[in-house]
């Protein structure tokens, strides 16, 4: 069970959750930054979960709600990572089998930045 925490402005939030992916950590990356905080879950590297101030808890999904939690997921991740100041903790937790919904998190950070892309393409036409 690892146990890391940092400061935001020394460590990219991208950097550490693709060491926690490439360690394939399970547990809990809690980030605050002044009166804000998140949350995003990970099990054996794989997200299962994700929280923002501001957007709408992702339970752990069952497969017919499976699109609608990875909006969730997206939603509270594109949030914290443009938080630059704040501190993160991540808390690990005893290995465990994904659940049967989770999502890799290269995946899911590819799919955001495309989605970052065509938004700011859309604003400059």
Not at 49 to 72: F, H, I, Q, V, Y
Not at 109 to 120: N, Q, Y
């Amino acid at each position: 069970m690892a146990s890391i925490k940092g400061d935001l402005r020394t460590f990219n939030l991208l950097d550490v959750l693709e060491f926690l992916r490439v360690q394939s950590q399970s547990g809990a990356l809690v980030v605050s930054a002044g009166q804000r905080a998140g949350v995003i879950h990970l099990a054996q590297g794989r997200v299962i979960g994700a929280a923002a101030d501001g957007s709408e808890p992702a339970a752990e999904p069952s497969p017919p709600d499976e699109r609608a939690a990875l909006g969730r997921i997206m939603t509270a991740l594109g949030e914290l990572l443009e938080w630059r100041e704040g501190d993160f903790s991540f808390h690990g937790a005893s290995p465990e089998t994904p659940p049967a919904v989770s999502f890799d998190l290269q995946e899911v950070m590819l799919t955001l930045a495309a989605r970052r892309d065509e938004t700011a393409l859309a604003r400059g036409s």
